[in-house]
């Protein structure tokens, strides 16, 4: 059994030769933590797959399934110990220059209609020249050495996730209510990216597996309600699930 065929087994249920070792745990991680192991081992290198064992389990094509071009990387203001900036995904965050924490998010690059309509032209064209950048015949080499089963989607694509980052989550929660056509397009424009994406990925490789990531709940339960969920949310996963099937 391929490491691929046992993480997919053992997601869906069916037996399997014995548990995947990893699963979930990302191989990365808090960087100052991999740093500190990095030097009171001794060892700049240390590969923690290979320290522990872990098993691979999905190998994920290269694309870029978000805004792109991307938005240039640019210092806004150095307050000495942190730095002000925005990123690539336009999102404007204050944050300690070591990456030793989580940033303050400040702003973002949606603030209205014009804004989402001015980015679905711009950096939201599925058939933008270099979404897919991957060498075909090197990964389907890769595939039949390691046995990866593939997948597509990752962090931090989400149906609920991906808007939260284009409007900040207060704007989103308050948008349910004020704007509904611009999260249910928001969302429903960016499912229709991706499928068009993995439409490609499914005429070079076989899918596996679909990730993706909703950060969507704090420590007293999901920011919006199973209803809300249903109406916004469960069309762009019907059309995930019919792309699967």
């Known amino acids: 059994m391929t490491c691929g065929e046992r993480f997919i087994r053992c997601l869906t249920g069916e037996p399997v030769d014995r548990t995947p070792y990893g699963i979930g ?20 290198d ?17 694309l870029q399934s978000g805004l792109f071009p991307l938005f240039e990387y ?3 203001a150095d307050e ?10 336009g999102i404007t965050m204050r944050g300690r220059k070591d990456g030793g924490s989580m940033p303050e998010f ?16 711009e950096r939201l064209n599925p058939e933008t020249p270099g979404r897919i950048v991957e060498n075909w015949p090197a990964f389907r080499e890769r595939l039949r050495w390691t046995g990866e089963t593939v997948q597509v989607g990752a ?20 948008g349910f209510y004020e704007t509904p056509d611009l999260v249910r397009d928001m969302m429903e ?3 229709s990216l991706w ?6 990925v499914a005429r070079e490789v076989p899918i596996g597996h679909i990730h993706i990531w909703e950060d969507m709940s704090g420590r007293q339960g999901s920011l919006i309600s199973p209803a809300m969920v249903r109406e916004f949310m469960m069309p762009c996963y019907d059309r995930i699930v019919a792309f699967a099937a």
């Open 195 to 200: 499928i068009s994406l993995w439409e490609r």
């Open 189 to 191: 424009h960016l499912t």
């Open 74 to 76: 640019r210092v806004l």
């Open 25 to 44: 745990i990302g191989w990365s991680p808090w960087g100052e933590t991999m740093e500190r192991w990095k030097c009171e081992s001794g060892r700049p």
């Open 106 to 121: 400040l702003d973002y690059p949606v603030k209205t209609r014009t804004d989402w309509e001015q980015l679905k032209v």
């Open 155 to 174: 962090f931090p694509w989400g149906v609920f996730g991906t808007p939260r980052d284009l409007l900040g989550v207060e704007n989103l929660l308050v």
């Open 46 to 62: 240390l590969d923690l797959i290979r320290e522990f064992g872990f098993d691979l389990s999905c190998a994920g094509p290269s």
């Open 80 to 89: 000495g110990d942190r730095l002000v900036f925005r990123d690539q995904r």
